[in-house]
């Protein structure tokens, strides 16, 4: 069953992933939309992180993420108003997807199901804005992507640390 799940994630993403990077060069409006999304599906998650966690250090680290990715969201859509673009209402679909295999996890399951998909979801978030700082066209949404980079490379790396925390266990 689980193989099952696995093979749905991976079709996901390839389509999602695959159709950003396809082009040469990031459009302001593509990196908003995606960006913003990014940062939904990281408050959705961490609000059910706070909701079925054990672990004192997932709840930390999913509150940090509620609040981090909600300032910066909130940075982005300002910015977007300023250039008519539009945000994401919705996380993206493949976010869509690993939150509800974690909402079938409860416990020590639900732990290390977070951290992983938190390497996960921050690695592909960190690969946008580096890509973002270095070919978006727009000065400021460029500025913002290169400013906004250094926090996301600390969560990435703070996931990591939870996972190795929160491995399998014999």
């Known amino acids: 069953m689980m193989g099952i799940y696995k093979a749905f994630v991976a ?9 950003l990077y396809a082009a040469d060069t990031m459009e302001a409006d593509d990196f908003v939309d995606e960006a913003s999304a990014k940062g939904i599906a990281e408050i959705e998650s961490g609000k059910l992180a706070l909701e079925k966690s054990t672990s004192s250090d997932i709840k930390a680290f999913a509150q940090q993420m509620v609040d981090e990715h909600t ?7 300002q910015i977007a108003r300023s250039k008519n673009l539009e945000v994401a209402d919705e996380a993206e679909l493949m976010s869509k997807a690993k939150k509800w295999i974690l909402q079938l996890r409860e ?19 960190v690969q946008l804005y580096r890509r973002a700082a270095q ?8 500025a913002f992507a ?10 990435w790396e703070e996931a990591r640390q939870l996972a190795a925390s929160h491995g399998k266990r014999d």
């Open 107 to 125: 416990g020590e399951s639900f732990d290390e199901a977070y951290a992983k998909n938190q390497v996960a979801s921050h690695e592909n978030t």
């Open 71 to 77: 300032a910066t969201n909130e940075r982005l859509a």
């Open 11 to 19: 079709s996901i993403l390839l389509a999602v992933f695959g159709s």
């Open 146 to 155: 290169g400013k906004t980079l250094p926090v996301l490379e600390h969560h």
């Open 135 to 142: 070919d978006l066209k727009d000065p400021e949404l460029k």
